[in-house]
C-alpha cells in the first residue's frame, strides 16, 4: 500500500521500443513524494515484502524454458496418459448407478480432470437431471451440488423430504455423518431467498462441529477441511494438487484415475512454467520496472491470479495475456499510489482517456513509458482476439482502463481532500481500481466462448456478477493487508471505513469489525449463488471465470487474516513448482 518513497530520476532511452512504436526520451528530476490515495487490487500487496522467497524469485527471473523443451519421460508420460484415459472413460461408461456415477464425475471434477471428459460428465448431468428426488441425504445433496455448479437447472426444495412439519431439518438425519457432510457441502451454493439451504448449512456446520470428537481419524479430517472451506469455495488447481493426496490415500480409490491426476497434474505445471517463462521474457523485454524503479516487479505472482482464473489448460493464452494486463495495472497503481504529484495524475488519466499517441505529449517521462506500454499491449491483446476469435473489441478493452484510471483519480483526490468514504462509496470505487472489471472483460473476450453481440451488451454497465466478485475480492484483500497498512498510516480500507461509519476504535470493535466484513463475505457468494440460478444470457466460461476469481482471492489474502492457513508462497511451490510424480523434473536452463 502507499509508503513515502524516494526515487532516482529514470531516462526513457531512445531505443527503447514498447512493443511496436518507438518512444522519446529526456530526464526525470528525483522527487519524494507520499502517497497521494490507498488501494487494494487483483495484484499483490504492495508491501514490501514479496509474497515469494528472494531464493525462488530470483531462479524464476533467471530461468527460460524454451517452447521446444520437452522432458525426457513426456513421450512416454503421454502415451500412458492416453492408456488410462480411455479405462478412465470406459469407467464412465459402466457407471449406471445413480450413486456411484455421481462419486465418479465429483472425483474427476475435483482431480482438475474434467476437461478430459467433458462429453461424459455431459451426458452424466443430463441423467442426473431426469431421475427421481428418492435418494438418501447424500446422494440428494450431491446431485443438487454437481447439477448447480455445472450450470443445470436445480431447486433447493428437493430437500423438502429431510425437514419436518416445523420447517426444521430432522434431528435423525444426524446419525449420517456422510450424508451431514454432503448436505453441508451442497448448502454453500445456496441463493438469495433459498431459506431451506441457509438452514442446511447452519444445522450442518453445528452438528458436524459437535460430532467431530467421536469421529474415526479420516472422516474428522475430511469434516474439518469443509468446515474451514468449502468445497465450493477452494481454487481449482490447488483443490486437484492437495484431492491427489487425499484421494491416494482412500481405502479403495480408481487406479486408473489417480495414475492419470498425477500425470496431469505434472504435465499441466510443465505447462504453466513454460507460460510463465514466456511472461518474464516479455516482461524483461518491456523494461518498465528496470526504468521505473519505483513499481513492484512480480509477474509470478500476476501470473497466480490467472492461474485461479482460468484453471482449464486449455486457456493458456488467456493465462499470458491477462498477466501482461495485471502486471501493467501494478506498475499504474505504483504511480497513483506512492509517486505521481496530483496535477500529473490528472494529466496522466486525460491521457488514457483520449487514448492515442499524442496524448503522450503532455506526460512527464516516467509516465510515457508506462503509457507506451498500457498502449501497446493492449493494442496486441485486442489484435489477439480478433484473429482468434473475430470480435473488434480494442473498445471494450480501452474502457475497462479508462474507468480503471478515472477511479485511481477519484481516491487520489479524495485521500489528498481528507475525506474517508462510506463503507458503500468506497466498495464501489475499490471494485474499480482493484482491477476486477478490466481482469473479466478481458477473460470474457480471451476465451471467446459464446461471446454474441447480445451478451457482449451486458458489459455495459458492468454486469452485476462482476461487481460481487470484485467485492469479495475487495474485502478479502483488506481482511488480509489492513493490519500491516494500519500501522504505515493508512486508512482507506473496507475495515476503517466501518469504524468510522461505527464510530469504533478498540481491539475488540475491530474484532467486531472482521466479522462482519466476513458476513458481508457470505452474503456476496450467496448473491453471487444467484448467477448460477438465474437464466443469464453470459457464457458459463465467464460465470465460472468470476466465481474463479473470488475463490483465488481468498487463497491470496486468508493467510494475511488468519496465519494458520497456508501461505501464498506455499500455493506458488505445491502449483508450479513441485512436481506430484517425485520422478518429474521441471527441465530448466540456467542463464
Known amino acids: 500500500m502507499s509508503r513515502f518513497v524516494t526515487m532516482p530520476s529514470h531516462v526513457l532511452p531512445s531505443s527503447f521500443v514498447a512493443p511496436s512504436l518507438q518512444a522519446s526520451s529526456s530526464p526525470c528530476s528525483w522527487r519524494t513524494r507520499p502517497s497521494p490515495c490507498t488501494s487494494c487490487h487483483l495484484y499483490p500487496s504492495s508491501s514490501s515484502k514479496p509474497l515469494l522467497g528472494s531464493h525462488d524469485y530470483s531462479l524464476l527471473k533467471s530461468l527460460t524454458l524454451s517452447p521446444h523443451v520437452v522432458n525426457s519421460e513426456a513421450d512416454s508420460s503421454t502415451r500412458r496418459m492416453k492408456e488410462v484415459k480411455e479405462r478412465t472413460r470406459e469407467a464412465f461408461y459402466r457407471a449406471w448407478d445413480s450413486r456411484a456415477a455421481m462419486e465418479m464425475v465429483d472425483t474427476v471434477e475435483r482431480l482438475g480432470l474434467s476437461y478430459h471428459f467433458e462429453d461424459e460428465i455431459n451426458v452424466l448431468l443430463q441423467r442426473f437431471c431426469d431421475w427421481n428426488a428418492s435418494e438418501d441425504l447424500f446422494t440428494t445433496a450431491l446431485r443438487f451440488r454437481l447439477l448447480r455448479q455445472n450450470g443445470f437447472p436445480t431447486h433447493s426444495d428437493v430437500f423438502g423430504k429431510f425437514m419436518d412439519k416445523n420447517g426444521k431439518f430432522k434431528e435423525s438425519l444426524t446419525e449420517d455423518m456422510w450424508g451431514m457432510l454432503s448436505l453441508h457441502e451442497a448448502s454453500h451454493l445456496g441463493a438469495k431467498n433459498e431459506e431451506v439451504l441457509a438452514e442446511a448449512k447452519e444445522f450442518t456446520r453445528i452438528h458436524l462441529i459437535q460430532s467431530m470428537p467421536h469421529m474415526e481419524p479420516h472422516f474428522s479430517s475430511h469434516v474439518g477441511r469443509a468446515l474451514e472451506l468449502p468445497r465450493h469455495l477452494r481454487m481449482a488447481r490447488l483443490e486437484a494438487r492437495n484431492y491427489i493426496n487425499e484421494y491416494s490415500r482412500e481405502s479403495n480409490p480408481n487406479l486408473a484415475l489417480l495414475e492419470l491426476a498425477k500425470l496431469d497434474f505434472d504435465m499441466v505445471q510443465s505447462l504453466h512454467q513454460k507460460e510463465l517463462s514466456e511472461i518474464v521474457r516479455w516482461w524483461k523485454q518491456l523494461g518498465l520496472v528496470d526504468k521505473l524503479d519505483f513499481a513492484r516487479d512480480r509477474p509470478m505472482e500476476c501470473f497466480l491470479w490467472t492461474v485461479g482464473i482460468f484453471p482449464d489448460p486449455r486457456h493458456s493464452s488467456c493465462r499470458i495475456e491477462l498477466t501482461k494486463a495485471i502486471a501493467i495495472l501494478l506498475v499504474i497503481d505504483d504511480i497513483y499510489d506512492s509517486y505521481g504529484s496530483l496535477d500529473e495524475l490528472a494529466l496522466f488519466t486525460d491521457a488514457v482517456k483520449r487514448w492515442n499517441l499524442g496524448a503522450m505529449d503532455q506526460l ?228
Open 364 to 591: 512527464p517521462e516516467y509516465m510515457k513509458i508506462c503509457y507506451m506500454a498500457l498502449y501497446n499491449t493492449t493494442n496486441d491483446i485486442a489484435y489477439r482476439i480478433l484473429k482468434e476469435h473475430g470480435w473488434s473489441v480494442i473498445e471494450d478493452l480501452k474502457r475497462t482502463w479508462m474507468d480503471i484510471f478515472g477511479a485511481f483519480l477519484a481516491e487520489a483526490q479524495c485521500f489528498k481532500g481528507g475525506h474517508v468514504p462510506s463503507l458503500e462509496e468506497y466498495l464501489n470505487n475499490a471494485v474499480t481500481t482493484g482491477g476486477t472489471y478490466m481482469a473479466l472483460v478481458h477473460a470474457f473476450f480471451l476465451m471467446g466462448q459464446g461471446v454474441t453481440r447480445e451478451n457482449m451488451a451486458m458489459l455495459k454497465p458492468y454486469p452485476n456478477i462482476f461487481s460481487c466478485s470484485g467485492k469479495i475480492l475487495r474485502l478479502w484483500d483488506d481482511m488480509g493487508t489492513a493490519r500491516e497498512e494500519q500501522e504505515r498510516g493508512d486508512n482507506a480500507s473496507s475495515i476503517e471505513c466501518y469504524k468510522r461509519e461505527r464510530e469504533m476504535d478498540t481491539v475488540l470493535e475491530d474484532e467486531a469489525c472482521r466479522k462482519h466484513i466476513r458476513q458481508m463475505i457470505q452474503s456476496l457468494w450467496v448473491e453471487l449463488n444467484g448467477e448460477l440460478v438465474s437464466s443469464s444470457a453470459l457464457p458459463l466460461s465467464i460465470i465460472k471465470a468470476a466465481f474463479n476469481l473470488s475463490r483465488t482471492a481468498q487463497v491470496i489474502y486468508q493467510h494475511g487474516d488468519d496465519n494458520k492457513t497456508s501461505s501464498v508462497e506455499d500455493h506458488v511451490q505445491a502449483l508450479l513448482f513441485r512436481p506430484v510424480s517425485s520422478n518429474r523434473h521441471a527441465q530448466i536452463t540456467m542463464h
